[in-house]
C-alpha cells in the first residue's frame, strides 16, 4: 500500500509570499486532514475534508491560508501571504472513516521555513 | 488551551529501561486515545492506540495503561531499544468528533 505523499519536502520563502503545499492520500481514504506542526509541539489540526467537502475548518486562519480537495482525491494547501510564525512542518493525513476513529496516516510533511 | 497534557518533554533511559510517558485530559468526552511515534523527518505513525472500557493494552513491547478516574494514561516501553529512540505523542479524541488533539510531545532516548 503507497503511503500519503507530499512535495515539495523543504520550502524557503520571504514573508509576504505565497506558498502551496500538495498531498496525495492513500488510495480509498475518504477523509483527508491537514495539520500544522510547530518545532516542538504536536500537530495541530487546520482543516479536514470528508471526500471532496469540508468537515472542519475551525483552526484554519482564513485570511491567510486556503485549501481544497476539488475531486476528493489529493489536495492543496495553500498560505498567502506567509508571516514569520508560519514556519512550522505541514503533514498531511488521510483516513479510512473519520467517524469510527480510523488510523490516520501521515505523509513525511513540507517543511516551511518563512524569512 | 492544551487539550492533552504530555510530560516529560525528554527522556533518557539506558538500552532495557522501561521509558513511561504520561498523559492527562480533561474532556470526558473523549473515549479514543492513540499513541503516535515520530522518528526525524518523517510523519507521525500509530503505534497502539486504547478506549475506556479497558485498563490497559499491550502489543509487543508497548504497553497502555489507562486510569478513567483520574483521566490519566501512560505508555510503558519494555525491554527499550536505541531503535525506539523517537518523539512520541499522546492523543485524544471523541468517536465521531473531527479533531485528534495531541499532547506536545515527548523525545525520547535510548542510550546503547
Known amino acids: 500500500e503507497a503511503g500519503v505523499a507530499q512535495s515539495p519536502r523543504y520550502k524557503i520563502i520571504e514573508k509576504r509570499q505565497s506558498v502551496a503545499f500538495w498531498c496525495n492520500p492513500i488510495?480509498?481514504?475518504?477523509?483527508l486532514y491537514w495539520y500544522q506542526q510547530i518545532l516542538g509541539q504536536g500537530p495541530k489540526l487546520l482543516i479536514q475534508?470528508?471526500?471532496?467537502?469540508?468537515?472542519?475548518d475551525s483552526q484554519l486562519p482564513k485570511d491567510r491560508f486556503s485549501a481544497e480537495r476539488l475531486k476528493g482525491v489529493d489536495s492543496t494547501l495553500k498560505i498567502q501571504p506567509a508571516k514569520l510564525e508560519d514556519s512550522a512542518v505541514y503533514l498531511c493525513?488521510?483516513?479510512?472513516?473519520?467517524?469510527?476513529?480510523?488510523?490516520?496516516?501521515f505523509g513525511n510533511g513540507t517543511r516551511l521555513t518563512v524569512t | 488551551q492544551q487539550q492533552v497534557k504530555q510530560s516529560p518533554q525528554s527522556l533518557i533511559v539506558q538500552k532495557g529501561g522501561i521509558p513511561i510517558i504520561n498523559c492527562a485530559y480533561e474532556n470526558t468526552a473523549f473515549d479514543y486515545f492513540p499513541w503516535y511515534q515520530q522518528f526525524p523527518g518523517k510523519g507521525p505513525a500509530l503505534l497502539i492506540a486504547?478506549?475506556?472500557?479497558?485498563s490497559e493494552k499491550k502489543e509487543g513491547r508497548f504497553t497502555i495503561s489507562f486510569n478513567k478516574s483520574a483521566k490519566q494514561f501512560s505508555l510503558h516501553i519494555m525491554d527499550s531499544q536505541p531503535g525506539d529512540s523517537a518523539t512520541y505523542f499522546c492523543?485524544?479524541?471523541?468517536?465521531?468528533?473531527?479533531?485528534?488533539?495531541f499532547g506536545t510531545g515527548t523525545r525520547l532516548t535510548v542510550i546503547p
Open positions: 475534508f470528508q471526500n471532496n467537502g469540508v468537515v472542519d
Open positions: 486504547i478506549r475506556p472500557d479497558v
Open positions: 493525513a488521510s483516513s479510512l472513516d473519520w467517524s469510527q476513529n480510523s488510523p490516520l496516516h
Open positions: 488510495s480509498g481514504h475518504a477523509t
Open positions: 492523543a485524544a479524541s471523541e468517536t465521531g468528533a473531527n479533531n485528534l488533539f
